[in-house]
């Protein structure tokens, strides 16, 4: 299991920033500098792709844990690159999603 959660968190690292980079792109910086972090988010969103689909897990259980892993790093790279506190409905709503996306993972029929 720890194998596939290092594929997971690999790939909702990179997406996540892949996606900050790019909202920073969109509203903080203009010319090349826009252009060469739009490739550099590129990069990071084709190696979101290639690590989540490499997962060795079903893709409906990896499905699961990735949700559960991505809301805690989208949290954790928001507060990075944009100095933001998840509100109180923020983590009840984030208890929430982890608890699915665990129990869509390792529940057994």
């Given at each position: 299991m720890g194998k596939?959660?290092?594929?997971?968190?690999?790939?909702?690292?990179?997406?996540?920033?892949?996606?900050?980079i790019i909202r920073k792109c969109l509203y903080e910086y203009n010319g090349i500098a826009r252009v060469a972090m739009f490739f550099l988010a590129s990069a990071l969103l084709i190696g979101y792709g290639i690590s989540i689909n490499l997962a060795p897990i079903e893709f409906s259980k990896v499905a699961g844990l990735y949700i559960a892993t991505l809301f805690v790093v989208w949290q954790t790279v928001n507060y990075?690159?944009?100095?933001?506190?998840?509100?109180?409905?923020?983590?009840?709503?984030?208890?929430?999603?982890v608890a699915g996306g665990l129990i869509v993972t390792f529940w057994e029929r």
């Open positions: 596939i959660f290092l594929f997971v968190l690999v790939a909702t690292i990179l997406e996540v920033t892949g996606d900050a990075l690159f944009f100095k933001t506190i998840p509100t109180t409905p923020i983590i009840l709503g984030g208890i929430l999603i």
